[in-house]
């Protein structure tokens, strides 16, 4: 089965300073895609970053990037000088090239302080 | 950029009444749109797949009978919520693929979402 899993529930980080959100996924599949979508409280799904399995380079989205480490399946977010309006809930999302359907992961809630 | 309403934004329903909401694609074609149920704190449940022109697929678990979906054009999908009851009270989001656009990026586009409270 395809899995993703968010490790960390909550997370806080003081405003301008540097947070990662962890992300694990597991499949069997040698082609597919990860994404990283932030809900507001507003709960309009926004796409953060995007990744391509078969890209080596890690992607890069202004303060937003990622260190994708395909061989432990690993998909993490950083997020640079982080700012009040980030405060929000992170979804890590996984899909295959062969089937449409989204698996996200369960969410981690990131509050940033001021 | 794709955008994906959804109308209406809430509803409030009488339980034993049905609902209907819409998730429309407003500058592109979507073959494909999805519906998703989102409780409080918590993550996104695919309901049912919705193809133009055929039957929805449904995930295991979720009443086809009670949760009715539509998708009669490229641009369209509905989802009916029959004999609503309390406990279908949720935040439901579809999201559609841009047919063109899906095969670079796989990447779908989010309706700002509907909550429905059933009293």
């Known amino acids: 089965a395809q899995t993703v899993t968010q490790s960390q529930p909550e997370m806080s980080v003081q405003e301008a300073e540097t947070v990662t959100l962890s992300c694990t996924y597991d499949t069997s599949e040698s082609n597919y895609y990860l994404f990283w979508y932030k809900q507001p409280p507003s709960r309009q799904m926004i796409l953060v970053i995007r990744q391509e399995a078969y890209k080596q380079q890690n992607a890069t989205e202004n303060r937003f990037s990622v260190n994708f480490q395909k061989a432990a399946k690993s998909f993490s977010l950083k997020i640079s000088d982080s700012q009040l309006g980030d405060t929000a809930m992170y979804f890590c999302a996984f899909i295959t090239s062969g089937t449409y359907k989204y698996i996200f992961g369960t969410g981690t809630r990131l509050k940033v302080l001021a | 950029g794709a955008v994906v309403s959804q109308h209406p934004s809430w509803v409030i329903c009488k339980s034993g009444t049905s609902v209907k909401i819409e998730c429309r694609s407003l500058?592109?074609?979507?073959?494909?749109m999805f519906w998703y149920r989102q409780f409080p704190k918590q993550s996104l449940m695919l309901m049912a797949t919705?193809?133009?022109?055929?039957?929805?697929?449904?995930e295991q678990g979720v009443e086809k009978d009670k949760f009715l979906i539509n998708h009669a054009s490229l641009t369209l999908s509905t989802l009916t919520v029959t004999s609503a009851h309390p406990e279908d009270s949720s935040f439901y989001i579809c999201?559609?693929?841009?047919?063109?656009?899906?095969?670079?990026?796989?990447?779908?586009?989010f309706g700002p979402g509907t909550r429905l409270t059933v009293l």
């Open positions: 500058d592109f074609q979507a073959t494909t």
């Open positions: 999201s559609a693929r841009d047919q063109i656009l899906a095969g670079l990026t796989n990447e779908q586009f």
């Open positions: 919705s193809n133009e022109g055929s039957k929805a697929t449904y």
